[in-house]
């Protein structure tokens, strides 16, 4: 192996992955060989050294490309925003007081995690390292606590701890899907103390793939080929012109250039033209203004096509991963029907799936504090509200709110936080406007 592809033994990212992906290290079209290890296909995923090298891919993509930061950014704002609304129901109206202790435990949870923001972070990890670790603990109050586990924390110890594990996973023997639990730091942890969320990989992986990677070249080559373009027009026009002398010697063009620039102490040949100035120019003499050369337009139509070419592997219109919209409608690509709306209300989704299990992890913590009754679950149910995405008319929205309340499909409350507001905040806001207006 190339010596530019390791450094004191230890291959770099690029070279682990270029190599994995060389086709002349196939034998058989399913499976290849690097160094003394087999792989096959479907279980390369499942591969720690492939997960290192696609994570610091990823990660260094998402530290360095502006465009992999951009689309980051843009799936974060529309699936998470300033994070989802949750808000605790009675069945019953005779639970209102049990409804109304469950969202303190809720908010509670919310407020001393910093939920909001933690969110943002678990999908930008999600779509960075493809996969999330969050593992739960207890304060000395016995309230639930989450934080974040490093992917590179969680492996396959040496030695015979290691044998039933893969990428530091266990899972049951008899059933692929079913985790018993993850070596962290050298320590089992049980599953019951781990939620791992992984991304584009199928049930039975221990380990996600990064969102980026498989586009990882077109974000490179699109970083490069902006970078090569904003090089090349800047050297063509700080040139301001190039004057040919078609019948001037070597030594005749030094003493006519030192002759101009007499004053100029060693900085390179200046001649200052007002605006609107007409050159004439002797016989023998030509002017040049590289600038006029600059044609951007024939780069820029090769970087959109490696843009679109990224952007279709996100699912995102164009003008969310470029920033520019001059080509682009939003009203049309914001509409509940468009693919990008479509795929954002799939990731609210599976991202509130996820966090309510965590939200009734918490419930369950305080009803083992005997703040809650036992049968909590049975008498109170708890939404997720996530931000609206679709283009909003609002009239229009108001009135299916008010047909469906009148019908008994939804609640007002739920009404509320749909439009962003918080329905508790709402009714105090009112009973203080109700004493004003009586005081009045």
Known sequence: MPASRSFNGVLSADAVVSTLESRFAFDDPNSFVFGDLSYSLASSTDSEMFNEAARRISRDLCLNNPFAINALENRINYVVGFGHKYQATARDESDAELARKTQDVVVDFIVENDWFKRQQEILRRYDRDGEVFLRFFRDERGKTVVRFVEPEQV??????????????????????????????????VDAAKIQHRKANVDATAKRGVPLLYPVRENLRRAEKLLRNMSVVAEIQSSIALIRKHANGTQESVRRFVRDKNREADGMPPRERFQPGTIVDATAGVDYEFPIAGIDATRYVQILQAELRAIAARL???????SSDASNANYASTSVAEGPA?????????ELVKEDMKIVWRVVEDAVRRGELPEDVGKRVSIQAIPPSLATRDRLNEAKADEILI????????????RHGLDPNRERALQRQARQEFTAD
């Not at 110890?157 to 079913?178: L, T, Y």
């Not at 699912?315 to 991963?321: K, N, Q, R, V, Y």
């Not at 009148?406 to 936080?417: E, K, L, R």
Request: glycine share 10%; with cysteine; net charge positive.
């Open 155 to 188: 492996k396959t110890p040496q030695g015979p701890n290691g044998r039933r594990s893969r990428c530091g996973v266990v899972a049951d023997k008899r059933d692929a899907e079913r985790i018993l639990g993850y070596w962290i730091d050298g320590s089992f």
């Open 315 to 321: 699912t995102l219109p164009e003008f969310m991963l």
């Open 341 to 349: 709306v479509r795929n954002f209300e799939r990731m609210q989704h």
């Open 406 to 417: 009148a019908a008994g499909v939804i609640s007002p409350q739920t009404a509320a936080m």
